[in-house]
């Protein structure tokens, strides 16, 4: 998402945030109906997510570091991109993410004890506040970046916008592939 927003404006990181959160409501659904437990309880499945994860942040970040340079008069958002490019970009970041889906796993029972309802709804629920408060918090953060960006020019601001953020994914990519299970 930042990266999206350095590179390419707010609306952009906008659409992206929406796409981690929609990748995120599946995990809730899929920890609220204990599939989680299968994940963390199958090590092939869990090994097939994370790698595949990895390679996905790894070609973000390359395909971040071969894009070409916006001239300082064009819009940070261009037209020849949806913005629903972005928000499929965000949904697979965070769905090919299988700590997000332990997260969920370990954050919502230990509230399930405490009442009556069944707990598929009260998981729902509670799914529900992270991702509404994580939403504004991550759309602030893109609107920050994408503010800041929009400010940088020359050199710095191509290193900015393209080579920080490609570092950043780059770096998480290998994180996650060499990461211990």
Known sequence: ???????R????GLFAVLGMTAGALVHVVVAASGLAAALAAAPLAFAVLQYLGAAYLIYLAI????AKPMPAQTPSYPQDIG??????????VDLLNPKIALFFLAF??????????PGFLISLALGSVFLVTGALVNSSLAWLVAAGAS???GRFGVWFQRWLPGSILFYLGLRLLWQEN
């Open 1 to 7: 998402m930042t990266s999206v927003s350095a590179a």
């Open 9 to 12: 404006g707010f609306k952009a």
């Open 63 to 66: 395909e971040l570091f071969r």
């Open 83 to 92: 913005g629903w490019q972005y928000f499929h970009r965000g949904l697979l």
């Open 108 to 117: 919502i029972p230990q509230f399930l004890s405490a009442v009556e309802t």
């Open 151 to 153: 400010r940088t020019c």
